[in-house]
């Protein structure tokens, strides 16, 4: 069945709502620093997978935009808009790349490279406090941090792909009776 433009949009901005949702859920509750815009870049999926890259970037956008204005912990909004938000899409397009340590090389280096111009920007927006924040344990625990925010984009990724053949195995058929 071909779906309409609106059909196609209004799936986009039910998943665009749901995302800014769960970021501001995540700012209330001063857990979800990284859960949340890691939960919600999940919300590409259904529009990736039955519409394309293309709606799935412009969900993506709208989403990020949302989140810079409206979600009150910065660092969240552009953890979500620099490194998880668009994830689902890179993942897609990398998973061309032969091998698989080749790969994952690249995810890795896009996804420190991106947690490095986020903390990058919290400083020159914030200023000294948050360098004295990042160094108040010492070097050991900036090493501590990356190291486990490795592994929490390695689960992501993990994760990632486990939603995506859940959704194409079982919600497929449900979201395509309503959009």
């Given amino acids: 069945m071909r779906k309409t433009e609106s ?81 689902p899409v890179l993942r897609r397009a990398l998973w061309k790349l032969k091998p698989a340590a080749l790969r994952w090389t690249v995810k890795l280096v896009v996804f420190n490279a991106a947690t490095v111009i986020v903390y990058g920007l919290l400083f020159a927006l914030l200023g000294p406090v948050v360098l004295q924040e990042l160094t108040a344990e010492g070097p050991g625990i900036l090493a501590l941090l990356l190291a486990l925010g490795n592994l929490s984009f390695f689960l992501c990724d993990r994760a990632l792909g486990a939603v995506t053949v859940y959704y194409r195995r079982v919600l497929r058929r449900r979201v395509r009776r309503f959009f």
Avoid: D, H, N, W
Wanted: proline share 4%; aromatic share 12%; glycine share 10%.
């Fill in 7 to 87: 059909q196609k949009i209004a799936l986009c901005g039910v998943l665009g709502a749901l995302s800014v949702v769960m970021m501001l859920l995540g700012a209330a509750l001063q857990i979800g620093t990284y859960a949340a815009p890691m939960l919600a870049s999940f919300l590409l999926i259904p529009v990736l997978e039955e519409y394309g890259a293309r709606y799935a970037l412009l969900l993506y956008g709208t989403a990020a935009v949302l989140g810079l204005l409206l979600v009150p912990e910065t660092e969240l909004a552009l953890f979500y808009a620099l490194v998880v938000g668009y994830y």
